[in-house]
C-alpha cells in the first residue's frame, strides 16, 4: 500500500474515532507525566464547555442525535484521567503538589484557600450539587421524555398520512418526516439510558476522591514518613483539584443533558424560547416587583438589590403591557388599497351567472375569511391547490377548480362544502383556536378546552388556544389548525364523490392527454369497441371504489381485449383483473405483506348462492 492510500484512510473520521476509543482505553493503565496530563485535562474541561454550548444554541433536540454516543465516549474520557491523575497523585504526591499537574494544584489551591477542611466541605457540596439535583434530573426528564415520545408516536405517524393525504406534502417530504420521526424516536430512547452514565460518572467520582484520600494518608503517614496533618493537607490539596478539575466537564455535560432532553417540542434556541415565552405576559413581572418591594422594605434586608431588581421587573413588565394594548397599525400598503376599494362600485353580476352551477364550492362564515386572506397568514387556498395536485397524482384526473366564497347566513366559524349546488357537508369551527384529537379515538382528558367532534372522521376533538399546542402535542395529541381540518375534510368529500366528479368534459380532457402518446389505442377502444358513455361509467364504477384511473391505457388496452358488451359491471370486472398489481400495491403494507381475510367453504357457499343472476346482470 503507497503512502497516498495510507493517508487518505488515516483522514477518515471512523477511522479516527476508533483511534481515539482505543487511546481512551490505554490511558487506563499507561502512566502519564504531569505536562502529559495537563494537556489531556484542558482537552476534557473545553470539550465539556463546547458540548454545553452546542446544545444551548442548537434548535431542536434531534439536531444533537451524536450526544448519547458522545456522552459515552466523553465518560470514558474523564475516568481514564481520574485513573492516571489517582496514580500520579498516590505514587509522586509526597514529592509536590504539581506532582499531577500544574491545572490540579491551581484548582485545588483555589478551592480549599488555605484549609483543607472549608476545602474538602466545599467540594463534597459540589459532588452532591450534581449527583442529587442535576443528575437525577436530568434523567428523570429523559425517562420521561423517552415514554411520551414513543406514546406519541401513533399520533404522529397519522399526522403525516393527513398531511399527505390533503396534499399539503409529497411523498418524498412525508418520507423525511417518518425518518425525522425514527430519529427522535431513537434519540430519546438512547437519552433515556445515556442519562445513566453521569450519574455513574458522580458515583465513581465520589468514590475516588475518598480513596484517594484515605489512601494518600495511608501512604504519605508509612512509606514517606508525613505527620497526619502534612500528609492530609498535602494530598487533600491534589484529591480536590483533581476531582474538580473532572467535575467541571461533568457539571457542564449534566448541564447540556439536561437543557437537551428538556427542549422536547420546541423549535427554536433556548434563549429564544426562554426570553419570547417568559416576555408574552406582563403579569408574572408586575407581580415580581410588587414581592421584591415587600421583601425590601422587611427589617435587616439591603435595600439596593431588591430595589433595582424592582425597578427592572417593573419597567419590563410595563413596556410589555403597553404594547399588548396597542392594535397593531396597518401599513401604507393596506390603507391605500383599502381607499382604492372603496372608491370602486360594487360590480354588478351578469345575469347569466345565475344560471351557473359550481361543479365544486367552498363556502365560509366570516370569522374563517381569515383562512383565504394571505396578507394575514392564510394558506388555505394554497393548501387546496396542493390538495388538487396531490389528488391528480393519486387518483388520475385534476379535480376541478374550487370556488371559495363568503356566507353571512352561517356561523361565524362553521364552513359548507357543495357538490354541484348540493351541501355535501360542513363543519363549525373556533376561529383562531387549535383542534386537538386523540388518535386512538380516546377521551381527551388531560387538556382544556371546549369539547367538540372533529368533522370529517368523527373523533372526540377540543377547540385548544395556540399557547396549548406544545403541552398538547406532549400528551400525544393531534393538533391541527382550522385549515387543515377544512382541508382535510374536503379531500374526503371529494373522495367519496369522485364518480359525479367525472364529467363527460373531464372524460374528453382524460382522453386528449392520452392521445399525445395513444392515438391508435384511443381509435381502437372509444366509439367502436366501447361507447364514450359506457367508458365513463367504468370509469365512475372504479372511482367509487377508489381505484386509481390514472394508468388509462392500461384500462384502454384492457377494454380493447375484453368481451364485448353493455355490461358495465363486467367490463369493470375485466379492468380490476387487469390493474391487479396496481391493487395489490395499493394495499400492501409497509413490511411488504398484503393482508387478506379467508372465508370458509361454508361461507363462499352463502356468497355463491347470494348473487343474482339475469343474463349478463349480476347482483
Known amino acids: 500500500m503507497d503512502t497516498n492510500k495510507i493517508l487518505a484512510t488515516m483522514r477518515s473520521q471512523d477511522i479516527l474515532l476508533a483511534i481515539g476509543v482505543l487511546t481512551l482505553i490505554v490511558l487506563f493503565f499507561v502512566p502519564l507525566p504531569a505536562l502529559v496530563m495537563d494537556f489531556l485535562i484542558a482537552i476534557n474541561i473545553t470539550i465539556g464547555i463546547l458540548i454545553l454550548l452546542t446544545t444551548l444554541f442548537i434548535k431542536r433536540a434531534i439536531e444533537f442525535t451524536a450526544f448519547p454516543m458522545l456522552l459515552l465516549v466523553t465518560t470514558t474520557f474523564r475516568l481514564a484521567l481520574n485513573v492516571a491523575s489517582t496514580r500520579l497523585i498516590l505514587s509522586e504526591g509526597n514529592a509536590s503538589t504539581q506532582a499531577a499537574g500544574k491545572i490540579i494544584e491551581a484548582f485545588g489551591n483555589v478551592i480549599i484557600g488555605g484549609n483543607f477542611v472549608i476545602g474538602l466541605v466545599i467540594f ?120 474538580l478539575v473532572a467535575y467541571i466537564p461533568a457539571l457542564t455535560i449534566s448541564i447540556a443533558t439536561g437543557m437537551l432532553v428538556a427542549k422536547s417540542g420546541t423549535t427554536q434556541g433556548a434563549g429564544t424560547v426562554l426570553f419570547s415565552q417568559m416576555a408574552k405576559n406582563h403579569r408574572p413581572l408586575l407581580v415580581a416587583t410588587g414581592l421584591s418591594l415587600f421583601i425590601m422594605m422587611l427589617p435587616g434586608m439591603p435595600k439596593i438589590p431588591f430595589l433595582l431588581l424592582a425597578i427592572a421587573m417593573g419597567g419590563t413588565g410595563w413596556v410589555i403591557y403597553q404594547n399588548s394594548l396597542k392594535p397593531p397599525a396597518p401599513s401604507e400598503e393596506e390603507v391605500k388599497q383599502a381607499e382604492e376599494e372603496a372608491k370602486k362600485p360594487p360590480p354588478e353580476p351578469p345575469m347569466a351567472s345565475l344560471l351557473h352551477v359550481d361543479t365544486l364550492r367552498l363556502e ?95 373523533l ?55 392521445r399525445g402518446t395513444n392515438a391508435k389505442l384511443i381509435d381502437e377502444v372509444v366509439g367502436d369497441k366501447v361507447q364514450k358513455g359506457l367508458l ?68 363462499e357457499r352463502e356468497f355463491i348462492e347470494a348473487i343474482k343472476s339475469d343474463g349478463e346482470d349480476r347482483s
Open 460 to 514: 372526540p376533538a377540543k377547540f385548544i388556544a395556540e399557547s396549548q399546542r406544545e403541552s398538547a402535542q406532549f400528551n400525544g395529541y393531534t393538533v391541527v389548525d382550522n385549515s387543515n381540518v377544512i382541508v382535510t375534510h374536503l379531500t374526503e368529500l371529494i373522495k367519496d364523490n369522485l364518480a359525479e366528479l367525472l364529467t363527460r368534459n373531464e372524460l374528453d380532457k382524460l382522453l386528449d392527454e392520452v
Open 124 to 243: 463534597i457540596v459540589l459532588i452532591i450539587v450534581n449527583f442529587v439535583v442535576i443528575t437525577k434530573g436530568s434523567g428523570r426528564i429523559a425517562e420521561v421524555a423517552a415514554r411520551f415520545t414513543l406514546d406519541s408516536l401513533p399520533g404522529k405517524q397519522m399526522a403525516i398520512d393527513a398531511d399527505l393525504n390533503a396534499g399539503l406534502i409529497d411523498q418524498d417530504q412525508a418520507r423525511l418526516r417518518r425518518t425525522e420521526l425514527e430519529q427522535e424516536t431513537g434519540f430519546y430512547g438512547a437519552m433515556d439510558g445515556a442519562s445513566k452514565f453521569v450519574r455513574g460518572d458522580a458515583i465513581v467520582g465520589l468514590i475516588i476522591t475518598a480513596i484517594n484520600i484515605a489512601m494518600g494518608i495511608v501512604i504519605g503517614t508509612t512509606s514517606h514518613d508525613m505527620s497526619v496533618a502534612e500528609a492530609a493537607s498535602r494530598y487533600t490539596v491534589l484529591t480536590v483539584g483533581d476531582g
Open 364 to 458: 365560509l362564515g366570516y370569522g374563517l375569511l381569515s383562512l383565504i386572506d394571505e396578507s394575514k397568514g392564510g394558506k388555505l387556498t394554497e393548501q387546496i391547490k396542493a390538495m388538487r395536485r396531490q389528488t391528480a397524482r393519486d387518483i388520475g384526473f385534476v379535480v376541478p377548480s374550487i370556488r371559495i366564497q363568503d356566507n353571512l347566513q352561517l356561523q361565524p366559524g362553521e364552513y359548507s362544502v357543495f357538490i354541484k349546488d348540493l351541501k355535501a357537508g360542513g363543519g363549525v369551527l373556533e376561529a383562531g383556536m387549535l383542534l386537538a384529537m386523540d388518535p386512538t379515538g380516546g377521551t381527551l382528558s388531560t387538556i382544556e378546552g371546549k369539547d367538540t367532534v372533529e368533522p370529517t372522521f368523527g
Open 536 to 603: 365513463q361509467k367504468v370509469l365512475q364504477n372504479l372511482l367509487k371504489e377508489r381505484v386509481s384511473i390514472r394508468d388509462l391505457p392500461t384500462i384502454l388496452e384492457a377494454l380493447a381485449d375484453g368481451p364485448t358488451t353493455r355490461n358495465v359491471t363486467l367490463l369493470t370486472e375485466h379492468v380490476r383483473t387487469r390493474l391487479a398489481r396496481q391493487l395489490s400495491h395499493q394495499h400492501t403494507g409497509e413490511d411488504g405483506n398484503l393482508n387478506l381475510i379467508a372465508l370458509s367453504p361454508a361461507w
